[in-house]
């Protein structure tokens, strides 16, 4: 009788442990994109009056670089409207109501 083969042990973990930010790194990374969030709702604060007429509940895709947005009735939909635009630019998203909040914790 045969010893059945090992079976492989899974690597749980980091890939590259040798890879970590600093404090500095994680603060400068968080400023980015708060600052990122910020230009974008600077642009849906000026379009939310017009759209909540018609798109209630819809979500709007910002892309803060160029002022572009899109919207459609899902999240996927809005994200694939703007990569056709803008293919490697992150965009943020809002939903169209009173709060710009599209779920909740």
């Known amino acids: 009788m045969t010893d059945p083969s090992p079976i492989p042990t899974v690597r749980r973990g980091r890939i590259f442990p040798d890879i970590q930010w600093s404090e500095e790194k994680k603060a400068q990374w968080k400023a980015e994109q708060e600052g990122f969030i910020q230009r974008c709702k ?3 604060d000026r379009v939310q009056p017009e759209l909540i007429k018609s798109h209630h509940n819809w979500y709007v895709a910002v892309e803060p670089e160029s002022g572009d947005y899109f919207t459609d009735t899902d999240e996927l939909g ?10 490697n630019t992150p965009v943020f998203i809002f939903r169209i109501n009173e709060t710009g909040i599209a779920g909740t914790i």
């Open 42 to 44: 600077v642009i849906f």
């Open 78 to 87: 809005t994200i694939n409207k703007s990569r056709q635009h803008h293919p």
